[in-house]
């Protein structure tokens, strides 16, 4: 099998340019067998092998946020004015004064 990961691991890489070569756990999940006729009376016999690999080794682990923000955290900012700004819906002013989308001031 390690000439069979050989050979995934380099056909993976050329089409996709992911490499393998790294991963330790290989799982032999499927071996096809199949037979075809070949010139003239003679069959040959092909084998199609499946592999599942765990690429989770090559996962670059997610960075942890140094401070959660925290409910009490939220209700401060809202408290002190916040960050948010409500929107106004679609298609109402949202301010007094404000002119016409069209421009048209009479």
Not at 76 to 86: L, Q
Request: with cysteine; proline share 6%.
């Amino acid at each position: 099998p390690s000439s069979l990961i050989a050979t995934a691991c380099r056909t993976v890489h050329d089409s996709c340019g992911l490499d393998l070569t790294s991963c330790k756990d290989w799982l032999q999940f499927a071996e096809i067998n199949y037979v075809r006729k070949g010139d003239g009376t003679e069959c040959v016999v092909h084998k199609v092998v499946v592999f599942l690999v765990d690429i989770w080794t090559l996962a670059v682990p997610l960075p942890v946020k140094e401070k959660e923000e925290t409910k009490e955290t939220k209700d401060k900012d809202e408290k002190e004015g916040g960050s948010e700004v409500p929107q106004s819906p679609a298609g109402q002013q949202s301010a007094a004064g404000s002119t016409p989308a069209s421009g048209d001031n009479s």
